[in-house]
């Protein structure tokens, strides 16, 4: 983990509020798929790190990949940024996916801004062949962009979905899968939080382990404030209470161990 | 040029600077091993620690405001026994003061880990928190009214031989009689201010954006508020005091000496930059430096 300036290599508009990040950073050597960075915007009126998870890790070339949605003025921040220039960064921070987990017919579900850090995730596991990789991407519109979907294409069986039925499959993710005849192995999944809901009831149901990825508001990304909890099945061992941190602990859960 | 003397007294204890963090802000300084050093402070002060573990307030818990954030945690925490086995046994490792957090719902609870905290030799002074605006039971309720501040005060001053600090709230309408209710019943310092009440609302969801309603506000945004809290109350009593609220680096910190702190401590900045404390250290000996100071201690209270 570190925290210092990482040179901004290029940013790229994907869609109507979505931008492609790529940063020179000694984090991208410890990065693994699932974790996060903070990111700090230049100003002495935003002091706080927004926490964006880590599309792709290119160790070899030190660089990591970012996709984030425009939404406040971090993010508009970052969305404005020159090649060349500097932004500090902390990480990478957090879990990560269990990759050791991953077992036969393998679903990886993804919704809007939870899709990016899905494809690290999908080209890690894409070395071991024993391993079929199932990609359900939900989208809001073919409008908005469907950023990363090619990208996902070349790892496996991919499908779409968007909510308004403009491209892909008309519904939901959860809508996706259970309109499939296939009872996955494992799933990985990260978006929103009804979809996580829907994923977390539809792996209760089928009796399949599923590991969610989690968003919460945050202050210092590293477990000291206690400001992103998320409440928790059992005692955390961590905070000896029913919370456990999702920058620390998480932001990567086991589904049965958290209240969503 | 001869030797820099940057150390300072406080309750008859060395501080080998007079940089400490912010309680809350820091962990137990366990979480931020990696990203600074946490032998260059000149305390490490603890999140708030009780009798029993605390699961804190449902989230959102924090929302960033501007040159601040408002937080609502609600004093989560592992409880006593744990805090001893894993925090204090790390700070075991750490080569600097120790100064620990206490907070509790009722003056029972208060005394049992004051007194807990006595067999203790790695903690080096007790923080009484009676100022967090987040805990619907006790914590501020003690600090915002005289008498009960003065009767908690007492309670804890028999049951502790520890160097006491009371951390003020300034959610009161004159904080200098609350730091003489403290003084009077035996304090041995005083440390403010701790979060300034504060809500915001999220338009688009229309809801509050805390799910406590309202937060303790901290950032530079409530620095000058801070400041000109330390200077009364650094006035108005004899103990020394510890300021904070929104010192962001040496250039903040020094008016906060100046004003009559004996230290200083580093709250939210330090999500901002995990090495804030010790860039305060560098520039404070940098000033003494270009002042020709030789001594930190000279500069205190000078206003």
Redesign the interface.
């Known amino acids: ?3 210092k300036a990482a040179e901004v290599l290029s940013v790229n508009r994907l869609g109507e509020d979505i931008f492609e990040l790529r940063l020179l950073s000694p984090a991208a050597k410890e990065a693994t798929p699932g974790q996060f960075v903070m990111l ?1 915007p230049d100003s ?6 927004r926490p964006v998870s880590i599309c792709e890790a290119l160790p070899e070339k030190e660089e990591l990949r970012f996709i984030f949605r425009r939404v406040g003025f971090g993010t508009a921040a970052f969305s404005r940024l020159s090649p060349g220039t500097e932004l500090f960064l ?1 990480g990478p921070l957090g879990n990560g996916f269990p990759l050791k987990e991953a077992r036969g017919k393998v679903f990886i579900l993804g919704g809007g801004i939870g899709i990016p850090p899905l494809f690290g995730l999908g080209k890690e596991l894409k070395k071991d062949d024993s391993l079929s990789l199932n990609f359900i991407l939900g989208y809001r519109s073919k409008a908005e962009g469907l950023f990363l979907s090619e990208d996902f294409s070349s790892l496996g069986d991919c499908r779409l979905t968007t909510d308004d039925g403009s491209e892909g499959f008309p519904g939901t993710v959860t809508d996706c899968i259970r309109s499939l005849d296939i009872i996955p192995d494992i799933i990985f999944s990260c978006g929103p939080l009804p979809m996580l809901r829907a994923v977390k009831q539809y792996a209760a149901e089928h009796g399949v382990k599923a590991y969610l990825s989690l968003e ?15 409440k928790t099945t059992g005692t955390d061992p ?6 456990a941190r999702v920058c ?1 602990e998480g932001p990567v859960f086991d589904s049965e161990m958290v209240v969503l | 040029m001869k030797q820099l003397n940057t150390s300072v007294e406080l309750c008859g204890l060395t501080l080998k600077n007079p940089v400490m963090n912010a309680s809350g802000t820091f962990g137990s300084g366990m979480e931020y091993a990696s990203l600074t050093d946490l032998d260059r402070p000149g305390a490490l002060v603890t999140k708030g620690v009780s009798s029993s573990p605390w699961e804190g307030n449902p989230t959102p818990r924090v929302v960033e405001t501007p040159s601040g954030m408002l937080n609502a945690i609600g004093l989560q925490n592992p409880g006593l026994e744990v805090f001893i086995r894993r925090d204090l046994a790390f700070l075991s490792g750490v080569d600097t003061r120790v100064i620990v957090n206490v907070c509790g719902h009722s003056e029972a609870e208060y005394e049992e880990v004051a007194e807990r905290l006595n067999e203790e030799d790695r903690v080096d002074f007790l923080e009484i928190n009676v100022s967090c605006p987040n805990v619907k039971e006790g914590a501020i309720a003690f600090g915002t009214d005289p008498g009960r501040l003065k009767s908690i005060t007492k309670a804890l001053r028999a049951k502790t031989g520890k160097p006491m600090i009371i951390k003020l709230s300034p959610n009161v309408t004159d904080i200098t009689e609350l730091a003489k209710a403290a003084e009077s019943e035996g304090a041995d310092a005083l440390s403010l201010i701790n979060t300034l009440t504060g809500m915001k609302i999220d338009i688009e969801k229309r809801k509050f954006a805390l799910a406590n309603r309202t937060g303790g506000l901290s950032g530079p945004a409530i620095r000058p508020v801070a400041l000109r809290m330390v200077y009364d109350v650094s006035h108005a009593v004899k103990i020394p005091v510890i300021g904070m609220g929104g010192i962001t680096n040496a250039a903040d910190a020094l008016e906060f000496l100046m004003a009559g702190a004996r230290a200083v401590a580093v709250g939210m900045y330090l999500f901002h930059d995990p090495d804030a404390m010790i860039h305060i250290i560098e520039g404070l000996t940098a000033w003494m430096e270009k002042e020709k100071l030789s001594d930190i201690n000279e500069i205190i209270g000078i206003l």
């Open positions: 983990m570190i925290h700090f002495p009126a935003y002091l706080l790190g902390t919460e508001k945050m202050a210092c990304g590293v477990g000291a404030c206690l400001g992103c909890v998320v961590h905070s000896g209470v029913h919370n620390a």
